[in-house]
């Protein structure tokens, strides 16, 4: 079926023209006769936004367990042990699901979720997300990272588990290194995540040093041995919190290695405003890792939601203009250039990330896109902008018609 949408304003080159999409696919032009026509009339059109670190698995359960008190990571952690034996894949699957429909409403056309991996709940985490992925197919890619977040060494038989994972249908190999007894059982963590990675030919994503401890050494370990296995461009680093708060020279140190690595990383700026700085004096930590001076060597850095509704945070709803305001936030990002950078954040960065192919308005590309109601990304952000038109692989899936009526006008106008 082909589709024409006219007067499109493409993000980032701002350029008003028509999209010509044909078999799921931008095509250069000619689509048939009878196409399907819609105006953009000239909104802003981004080739949809992508959701590149978020944990369907344990979306939704925050209704079901008890509070987290402390409000920190450990306490989070803790008190799914007790929901995660309860899973069962039908559940997991339908709160993906649910999930999945409101990233899909906001404009979301790409995901890559981690799923715990670990002897608590074995594989049942991948199998319910991959049952929801199988669901969604025909309206959401979604890539799976099998995350050991118990640890590899220190939880017995997730070393197992998760070359059972990816054989099973993961596609990334995940990893929780500060989360292990020693930092020398960290840096075999590491190592057992390449050793599974070369194996499979895969990516990896780990969720590194997500600690307010300065003493996390984790990056940097996973930065070496991405060089000594030659992984460059192909391991990316969530969260990296403790990076904030290590003394200037080490920092400096460290980026440039994530550099030289050629290391992605992913700042969750929702969930680590949150979760981060809960046990010190003021003043307290801002939780997010260094994003400016990580932009300013040229590393790509995208974000993600993390978490929805489960016991490190209490809300998101996967919308890339909720977590992107908050990104602009909490990373000082102010100015024009760098406001169209959060832009680029939760687009091409991430797709970055994923190392898509087929992102982008070029002809071949997938045709995913999204009509925003708005002009430019900082309306975007500021109004929370409406997403008029969700299309995945050139098929209309959402449409939000909702325009606000005043019924009152001020005198004089
Ligand atoms: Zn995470």
């Given at each position: ?20 999409i044909s078999d ?15 105006d ?5 059109c ?13 979306a939704?359960?925050n ?13 989070a952690i ?10 069962t ?9 649910r ?11 790409r ?19 991959a049952?929801?992925?199988r669901r ?23 070393e ?6 990816m ?29 599974i ?28 041995q ?7 461009g ?9 990076l ?11 980026i440039?290695?994530?550099?030289a690595?050629?290391i ?15 046990l010190?004096?003021q003043?307290k ?17 995208s ?20 977590v ?8 000082h ?29 070029e ?15 900082a309306?975007?952000?500021t109004?929370q ?5 969700v299309i ?22």
């Open positions: 079926m082909d589709l024409l949408v006219k007067n499109a304003k493409l993000w980032r080159d701002g350029v008003v023209r028509d999209l010509h799921g696919k931008f095509v250069e032009q000619g689509v048939a006769d009878g196409a399907e026509v819609i953009a009339a000239g909104r802003l981004v080739a949809g936004f992508i959701e590149p670190h978020i944990h369907l698995d344990k939704l359960i209704d079901d367990v008890r509070r987290n008190v402390s409000g920190t990571l450990d306490e803790e008190i799914i042990w007790e929901r995660k034996r309860a899973y894949v039908g559940e997991i699957a339908e709160r993906a699901g999930v999945i429909r409101s990233a899909l409403g906001n404009g979301v056309t995901i890559r979720s981690h799923v715990d991996i670990d002897n608590i709940g074995g594989l049942r985490p991948l199998e319910g997300v049952e929801a992925r969604y197919s025909e309206v959401m890619d979604i890539q799976i990272v099998a995350f050991p977040q118990e640890g590899i060494l220190k939880n017995e038989g997730t197992e588990l998760m070359w059972q994972a054989e099973s249908g993961a596609d990334v190999v995940g990893g929780m290194p500060f989360n292990e007894k020693h930092p020398q059982d960290s840096a075999k963590h590491i190592s057992i995540a390449f050793e990675a070369k194996h499979f030919n895969v990516d990896i994503d780990m969720h590194v040093d997500e600690t307010d401890d300065s003493g996390a050494r984790t990056l940097e370990m996973l930065a070496e991405t060089i000594e296995h030659g992984w460059e192909r391991v990316t680093a969530g969260h990296t919190c403790a904030a708060g290590y003394q200037e020279d080490y920092a400096n140190y460290v440039k290695l994530v550099r690595a050629g992605h990383m992913i700042t969750n700026p929702a969930t680590n405003l949150m979760l981060q700085g809960r010190d004096a003043p930590r801002r939780g997010i890792t260094r994003v400016k001076e990580l932009l300013a060597e040229s590393i790509n850095v974000f993600g939601q993390d978490c929805v509704k489960d016991t490190f945070y209490p809300f998101g709803r996967v919308d890339p203009l909720e992107g305001l908050i990104a602009a936030h909490a990373a990002m102010s100015l024009p250039e760098e406001i169209e950078i959060v832009f680029d954040m939760q687009t091409n960065a991430a797709a970055k990330v994923m190392r898509l192919s087929d992102y982008g308005f002809p071949g590309c997938k045709a995913d896109l999204v009509i925003l109601d708005a002009e430019n990304a309306e975007a952000l109004r902008a409406a997403r008029r038109v995945k692989k050139g098929r209309v899936i959402v449409e939000n018609e909702k325009n606000q009526k005043w019924c009152w006008s001020p005198k004089g106008e």
